[in-house]
């Protein structure tokens, strides 16, 4: 299989194949795509899933979670990739909050057209798309 680092996965990829497996190597945050289309919870794997983000203005991004465990935002990871930047939504250090900015001009949109967030995997977990709305950088998923 095409084994990548993470930071190399691009959106065609997420577009191409929904489920990707996950590790770490010397350090390196690897994936290669799955065969699988819908991940189930429990599994000595971990999965990154492709996901469609949409915000406040209707504009879209794709990107990727983990729903494995979806106890939290902190759990769940969600990346957006925007122009071939992964950006993370949790941001709730000082040194993320300084990077506030920079999201906001890569998005190319003002801070009120960005949040709640709508997400929705494009692979099933357990059964089910997992989904829910971001209220802010630092919140909680509702």
Known sequence: MNTKALLSLTAADL????????WIENNI???RPSNLHEIREGSNIVYI????????????AIG???PQD?????SLQPVMLIRKEHIP????????KDNRNHIFRKLGLEPTDIF???FRTRA??????FEGKITGFDEEIV
């Open 15 to 22: 577009v191409e194949n929904p489920v990707w497996e996950y």
């Open 29 to 31: 945050e690897l994936v």
């Open 49 to 60: 899933v492709s996901t469609e983000f949409q915000f406040r203005n209707k504009s879209r």
């Open 64 to 66: 990727y979670c983990s």
């Open 70 to 74: 979806a106890s939290g935002l902190d």
């Open 89 to 96: 939504i949790l941001q709730n250090t000082e040194s993320d």
């Open 116 to 118: 709640p967030i709508l």
């Open 124 to 129: 099933k977990c357990a059964n089910e798309y």
